[in-house]
């Protein structure tokens, strides 16, 4: 690409974004679509810092509400990812196992986990419980389908070579398996996690009123449509800023591997 | 190793048959309670002595229709701004930016401001499905735009095919692999977001169906439902596959 080129190709998407702000700005103002259904930028930010400052319902601050939502994202992860993987390599490494469990992790992961939320609210009630077990079911079949996969996918050849060299079995497991699986692991986490952040705005529709999931949906019942605005952007940029962490992780786990850009 | 086909299947049913039986046996005996934990059996009568035949593919067949209704708008939306950004710098340099922003945000977390722009209809839950299944579709026709083999395009110029033709012969044929990914991929979370699109005011559906047996008492239909779920999202998928082999299974290994 040439200078100037790659330059308009910078410059153009932020001038893009910037009139197409003004214009939203604009119509509101002039009163032609109404604050309600398009809360206008200034406003938007102007609710955000009154969440820093004052929170929504008053007194509960934006970042009590980012803490419980955090805290059960990642306690359901936490839990699925510490079942998902020794589960998922036990039952790859054995034929039978495998065979035996591939249409029951199929069908488990085709059910939509917020079809479960009756059951969550039966068996654990409306508190933290019941959200975090939502969390868990969904992050743990897809962890449990890739971890399966993982340790499928390793190389025989790999474990030939180490049984040539007189390796241990529980060496070969620990030396050459487990480095095998990690890129698929590392990957199967990710979406994992993308998981949970798509159930966590279902889970916190049930009693209560923390968690960004909770605010999102509380505000709209007072009309506050700049709050769920303020909200979905919070919960869009904590998903990405963990997945960009898990995705720096990667490259510190996995030197050897080639990294493209997800 | 006994790698037959049939081993397979029975090893499958064995799994199957297993956990069912066990889950069977542990609701009857050990649990006791229908009312937290009912049995496959029992949540099945219970759904067979409640619903209807006519009922149930109401249900079945509304959940459907909103799935497909906002699938396809995704699928529309999704393939022809993929495809446009795979074939214009301008295009990706107008269009990038607001998908890089909207794209973080969960589905559901648009229920709120769907209720708001759309009512508490029908329409709010297309909307609901069509963003969930919108992204996926997007980027799948977006990276099968933009790597298309530079061989392809070149043979295509050398045979004076340019412009709107090279999109349709070549590009739009050549992107056909990824697509049916993302069109997969998209059509899994629509059924995964149905369930609370459902949770708006609905009447009817399998996500409805779900939440109010519960608040009627009646967990077993809630199991059913569940249940159901499942099935008719595995049955989709796999038709999807099947639908996918036959039309572009002649020049992809998918």
């Known amino acids: 690409m040439r200078m100037p080129e790659r330059w308009a190709m910078r410059l153009v998407p932020a001038i893009v974004v910037a009139l197409v702000l003004a214009l939203w700005e604009w119509t509101v103002f002039a009163g032609i679509v109404r604050t309600i259904q398009f809360p206008p930028p200034s406003l938007i930010v102007a609710s955000f810092f009154g969440l820093l400052v004052d929170g929504f319902p ?3 601050l934006l970042a009590t509400h980012i803490g419980a939502t955090l805290y059960r994202i990642l306690m359901g992860y936490a839990i699925a990812l510490a079942l998902a993987i020794p589960l998922g390599l036990v039952i790859g490494s054995s034929w039978l196992l495998d065979r035996m469990s591939a249409p029951v992790v199929a069908f488990c992961r085709s059910v939509a986990t917020l079809s479960l939320l009756p059951l969550a609210v039966v068996w654990f009630g409306t508190g933290e419980a019941s959200k975090i077990f939502l969390i868990w079911y969904g992050c743990f079949w897809v962890m449990l389908s ?68 909770a605010l999102i949906m509380e505000a709209r ?42 | 190793m006994p790698e037959t086909r049939s081993a397979e299947l029975l090893a499958g049913f064995a799994g199957v048959a297993g956990l069912l039986l066990l889950w069977e046996l542990s609701a009857r005996f050990i649990w006791q309670d229908p009312q937290t934990l009912p049995a496959p059996t029992q949540a099945l009568a219970q759904a067979m002595t409640v619903l209807t035949p006519q009922r149930l593919a109401e249900h079945v067949g509304i959940s459907l229709f909103r799935i497909f209704a906002g699938f396809s708008l995704a699928a529309l939306a999704g393939i022809t701004l993929g495809i446009l950004c795979g074939w214009s710098r301008w295009a990706v340099a107008v269009v990038r930016p607001f998908i890089e922003i909207l794209r973080p945000i969960p589905p559901l977390a648009w229920i709120p401001i769907a209720i708001i722009w759309f009512g508490l209809g029908e329409g709010s839950k297309i909307f609901v499905i069509f963003l969930g299944a919108f992204f996926p579709i997007f980027t799948s026709a977006w990276s099968g735009a ?109």
């Open chain 1, 58 to 60: 008053r007194g509960t």
């Open chain 2, 146 to 254: 933009a790597m298309v083999p530079k061989v392809l395009l070149s043979a295509a110029e050398t045979m004076d095919v340019r412009g709107a033709r090279l999109l349709v012969k070549v590009v739009v044929p050549a992107a056909l692999p990824d697509m049916a990914t993302g069109l997969r991929v998209g059509f899994g979370l629509s059924f995964g977001i149905l369930v609370a699109a459902e949770l708006i005011a609905a009447q009817s559906g399998m996500g409805y169906l779900v939440m109010q047996s519960r608040q009627l008492g009646q967990l077993g239909i809630s199991i059913f439902g569940i249940f159901l779920i499942g099935i008719v999202a595995l049955a989709v998928d796999h038709q999807f596959g099947v639908l996918t082999r036959k039309t572009i299974g002649r020049w992809s290994s998918i």
């Open chain 1, 221 to 262: 019942t007072f009309y506050r449509s700049d709050i769920t605005v303020v909200g979905m952007f919070v919960i869009g940029a904590f998903g990405l800023l963990l997945s960009f962490g898990l995705s720096r992780a990667e490259t510190w786990l996995l030197p050897w591997q080639k990294h493209r850009r997800a």
């Open chain 1, 146 to 213: 890739n971890a399966i996969a993982a340790i499928k996918q390793v190389d025989p050849v790999l474990i030939r070579a180490a049984r040539t060299m007189d390796t241990s079995t529980r060496d070969i497991f620990a030396r050459v398996i487990l480095p095998a699986c990690v890129p698929r692991l590392v990957s199967g986490a990710r979406v994992a996690l993308g998981v949970g952040f798509m159930v966590i705005v279902g889970a916190e529709m049930i009693g209560t009123t923390l968690g960004l999931g």
